[in-house]
């Protein structure tokens, strides 16, 4: 199955056709670590994390090199480690461990590079120097600077006239930059930041490098496809471009640029700035990761997403709903139905209508669609005791839905998610105390047990194995 992709450069959508089929690679703009990251900053994380399970699926698990950075020098960084009066490690340790964690929640695999600014310095300068060596950039007042006119392609990625790009991206303008659009590569640091020496002098790089230099440490540039949010087309990736370019003197540096739209709260762009955000922390004590999931999967990457309580709602009941028939065939099986052998070819087939959307630019919309297609084949095979049929769409459920990275709690795992340690002891409890009240035909007592199940919000199913139970549906 052919992957097509929607390249950002050449804005349309192309067959994907890596350099090297055996060693595919991506690069995605990760966080800088200074806060709990909001829901939007996960945007990314997951879109790409879906991109990585699917090239796995393609090109196979150990040939598909993926890096995630982490900025870990930044002036936020800086400003919260001095309010606190700790070394900046301690901040971006403290975050970077929460944002793998929600991550994690999230469903996004680890992916298989996760550099930081502060582990690559040597090949940040280096490449620094090489920029000045090749001639495109230059010194001046203790600061590095790229030199924009010596890289006459400068602006094709964003495709707008640089006049409009710097008015646009509010572009520092300093005395000692010979034009207005060229950027820091590296700095001096201000008193009492930390600093790194280097033959330019003793100070800190600029953004832009750190990502082209992350790259080629990690993965060697150029790379297949390089991705982030819309906001870092101008100047970050325009930038990132401009360098590796003029450092490698090969001009492709990522063959296929891709970015998530946005995702908006209340009208706005999420963002820490405006003060507008949800924090993926708090919403993952709210709701199941897999809900969260399926609520940023739920429009196409490109374009905005708006965010609400309703969004997380819905995918929500789009995934009890899928559990729901897996828990009724697990019910079934548990009650004595036969398993059956699987069919490869038929399984496959079924997988495949899932695979192919997404591989039409990640159409996650019409992927889950045919998630669907698969649970209602299941539910039918399920009703007409086709053991046959239940056994290869559970199986081809299972396999597409974790192509997507759904399906992976167990369907009475899910149903019980919103239940504490301590509601699951007293319901076992109480559902022992009940069997042992109907055995001794002690009605009065099981009806009382059965009502105060009822106020805890608990719906008890009987089978012939013993009863299971879930949180019932808040109304
Ligand atoms: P930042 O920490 O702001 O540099 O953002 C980290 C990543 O999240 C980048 O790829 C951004 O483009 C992306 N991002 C930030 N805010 C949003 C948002 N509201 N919606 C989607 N992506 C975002
Ligand atoms: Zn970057």
């Known amino acids: 199955m052919t992957l097509k992709l929607y390249d950002t450069m050449t804005r349309r959508k192309a067959d994907f056709a890596p350099r090297d089929p055996q060693r595919v690679t991506m690069y995605v703009c990760g966080p800088t670590v200074y806060n709990f990251a909001h829901i939007g900053n996960f945007r990314p994380v997951v879109v790409f994390d879906l991109l990585f399970r699917l090239l796995r699926d393609i090109y196979g698990e150990d040939h598909v090199l993926y890096a995630a950075n982490v900025t870990d020098v930044d002036d936020k960084i800086n400003r919260k480690a001095a309010e606190e009066g700790v070394a900046i490690g301690v901040i971006t340790d403290r975050y970077l461990s929460a944002y793998n964690a929600d991550a994690a929640a999230l469903g996004a695999l680890r992916p298989t590079f996760q550099p930081r600014v502060t582990e690559t310095m040597d090949a940040i300068i280096a490449m620094i120097a090489r920029l000045v060596e090749n001639g495109a950039a230059y010194a001046a007042e203790g600061h590095v600077l790229f030199d924009t006119q010596a890289y006459p392609d400068y602006g094709k990625l964003s ?156 995918a929500k009941s789009a995934l009890d709903r899928l559990y729901g028939v897996l828990d009724d065939v697990a019910r079934a099986i548990r009650g004595g139905a036969p398993e059956e052998s699987r069919r490869a070819d038929k399984i496959d087939a079924l997988v495949a209508r899932v695979r192919e959307p997404l591989c039409d630019d990640l159409n996650t919309a019409a992927a889950m669609s045919e998630l669907f297609g698969i649970s209602d084949g299941l539910r039918q095979a399920l009703m007409k005791q086709d053991w046959k049929g239940v056994a290869n769409h559970r199986a081809a459920l299972l396999e597409a839905a974790n192509l997507m990275g759904f399906l992976t709690a167990d369907p009475q795992g899910w149903f019980q998610s919103g239940a504490d340690e301590g509601l699951k002891a007293r319901v076992d409890e109480l559902i022992a105390a009940r069997a042992a009240a109907r055995a001794a035909k002690n009605w009065a007592d099981a009806d009382r047990i059965r009502d105060e199940l009822a106020a805890l919000n608990v719906e008890v199913m009987d089978g012939p194995t013993g009863a299971t139970w879930r949180i019932k549906e808040q109304a």
């Open 159 to 314: 495709g707008r006239p640089m006049d409009e790009m710097i008015a646009g991206a509010r572009v520092d303008v300093a005395p000692y930059k010979r034009h207005p659009a060229d950027f820091v590569l590296w700095k001096p640091s201000k008193e009492n930041e930390p600093e790194w020496p280097s033959p330019f002098g003793p100070g800190r790089p600029g953004w832009h490098i750190e990502c082209t230099a992350m790259i080629d440490e990690a993965l060697g540039l150029p790379i297949d496809i390089h991705g982030g949010g819309v906001d870092l087309i101008f100047p970050h990736h325009e930038n990132e471009r401009a360098q590796g370019v003029c450092a490698t003197h090969d001009h492709t540096y990522a063959a296929v640029w891709m970015h998530n739209g946005f995702l908006n709260f209340g009208d706005e762009k999420m963002s820490k700035s405006l003060g507008n955000v949800a924090l993926a922390h708090d919403l993952i004590q709210h709701y199941p990761g897999e809900a969260i999931r399926w609520a940023l999967l739920a429009g196409h990457y490109r374009g905005p997403l708006e965010w609400n309580g309703e969004l997380i709602e819905q």
